[in-house]
């Protein structure tokens, strides 16, 4: 199977950490922020492309996780959001021209199963450029937008915050990413809707082994007050995003984004 | 005594929590975010000009704050820094002019004495914007960046963040305030070099008494894998901060704004 994941979101909110923690995968150091901020310095937010083999459980994926360095991070961000929209709709074009052959041999394709969005946790709600990306995305490409770094709000400010950004989503008309709910599949349609309520998803990111006060070694940022645990679904919903994309939707994930998506673009193209 | 201060820095890096904290005075609400953002839909960033009498101990302080809302948060941030330059600069000018009339009644005297940049915590680097006001307001203004919102930071990070931040300032020739090191008093003069080996000062804000693990009643952040306390000069640098704002230093910051900043405004403009 071939997974494409696109991360989105201004530098420092955490996208390389989370790639890592979801994947237990070196893909990239965390730490190399200095090749990235050159990159930014000529003004072009890059898509970088990231492949690995994945073995999780009884599967074997090619993961591939595109990279976007350099959107929001600018004083004038103004289009920055282009080449990444760009780069979403090629993927598509990519694929229909290949499928248009008369010979069609394997196809590249790195269309964009789904796409993390990264909202930075400032308590208040939405920035402009958030909406203004995640609008375009939303139409294009599973858009699963998390709360990056969720161990900066406490339990009050996190609910309200979620909130806000549903109010936002809801009244700009963002699409958003719902697991699908089967009727026939009574468990299944109750962790859909879990997962639909927990939207959009807190996340705290790390691949380090940490001993909490009570003793325990686990995947967490240790601060002087406390671990804040990745694993803990009290303290962040790092494993319902990971079972949404690796476990139970993974699937479907793939099946939108060729179905719908993909048909989407195709339809456009021959209309115009 | 009268002692103006302004802080700058994108929303929700908690500025007004900052200000709360400082003199425990709601001098305008943290979660009152929704005013804030209908005046950056203007386009606009406005300084903010907040009022309040101070009882600090044995002096009474005529306390001014001004916020920058807006500053940075916008999709095209060019120029954004424009409003409060021009005001740094308009006190001045306000102040030369009535210091010029003949009759020279009570002033009315907004120079800014302390000017708090917020940075945001990334754990990568400053960013263009940062660097582009800093410079910008260092040669005008008593400079004291704070590295906000440091509970999102473990100590590694923090001490690397730090570090990078000063790696930059130096490169750039940004001006930071220095508390003075008087060579005649040698306690005065230890707790100047303390206080400058640890800028930029990590901040963590809360005006909630919460409860420690341990029982203590503290200023803090309850998360629930612990509380981030901040009084405790391990978790981070506010007590330092308040005791160069308002007990060791305020009237060395008051004279520099005085015989240095306004100095220089003035012979720029006769110069002109
Ligand atoms: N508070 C907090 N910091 C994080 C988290 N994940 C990563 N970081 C830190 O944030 C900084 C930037 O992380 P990085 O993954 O490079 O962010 P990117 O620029 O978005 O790829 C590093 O210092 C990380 O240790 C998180 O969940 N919470
Ligand atoms: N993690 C963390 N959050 C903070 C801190 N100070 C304030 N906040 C939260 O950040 C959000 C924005 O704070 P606010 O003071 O309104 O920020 P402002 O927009 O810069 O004035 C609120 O939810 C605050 O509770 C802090 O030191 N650490």
Same mark, same amino acid.
């Given at each position: 199977a071939h997974f494409t994941i696109m991360v989105v979101g201004e530098s420092g909110l955490g996208k390389t950490t989370l790639i890592n923690t979801l994947f237990s995968t070196e893909l990239s150091s965390a730490k190399d922020y200095r090749r990235r901020h050159v990159k930014q310095l000529d003004k072009l937010t890059e898509?970088?492309?990231?492949?690995?083999?994945?073995? #999780?459980?009884?599967?074997?994926?090619?993961l591939t996780v595109i990279d976007t360095p350099g959107f929001g991070d600018y004083v004038n961000?103004? !289009?920055?959001?282009?080449?990444?929209? !760009?780069f979403v709709d090629d993927q598509h074009e990519l694929y229909m021209r290949q499928e248009q052959q008369p010979q069609r041999e394997e196809k590249s394709d790195l269309r964009? $199963?789904?796409?993390?969005?990264?909202?930075r946790p400032? &308590? $208040?709600?939405?920035?402009?450029?958030?909406? #203004?990306?995640?609008?375009?995305? &939303?139409t294009r490409v599973n858009l699963i937008p998390v709360v990056a770094k969720a161990d900066t709000l406490t339990q009050n400010d996190l609910a309200l915050f979620k909130k806000r950004i549903r109010d936002v989503v809801n009244a700009q008309g963002i699409r958003i990413y719902t697991?699908?709910?089967e009727t026939d599949d009574e468990q299944g349609a109750e962790h859909a809707r879990i997962l639909a309520a927990a939207m959009p998803f807190s996340i705290i &990111?790390?691949?380090?082994d940490v001993t909490t006060l009570d003793g325990r070694v686990v995947k967490g940022r240790e601060y002087?007050?406390?671990?804040?645990?990745? #694993? /803990? #679904?009290? $303290?962040c919903d790092f494993k319902k995003l990971r079972s949404l994309l690796i476990r139970t939707h993974m699937l !479907?994930?793939?099946?939108?984004?060729? !179905?719908? $998506?993909?048909? /989407?673009?195709r339809q456009q193209q021959m209309e115009t």
């Open positions: 898509v970088e492309i990231i492949k690995a083999e994945l073995e #999780e459980k009884s599967f074997k994926v090619k961000n103004k !289009d920055s959001w282009a080449p990444i929209i !760009d964009v $199963h789904a796409c993390l969005y990264f909202i400032t &308590g $208040h709600t939405l920035k402009p450029l958030d909406i #203004e990306i995640m609008k375009r995305l &939303g697991p699908p709910v &990111g790390s691949t380090e002087l007050w406390g671990v804040a645990e990745v #694993e /803990n #679904e009290n $303290h !479907d994930l793939i099946n939108t984004t060729e !179905d719908l $998506h993909y048909e /989407n673009y």
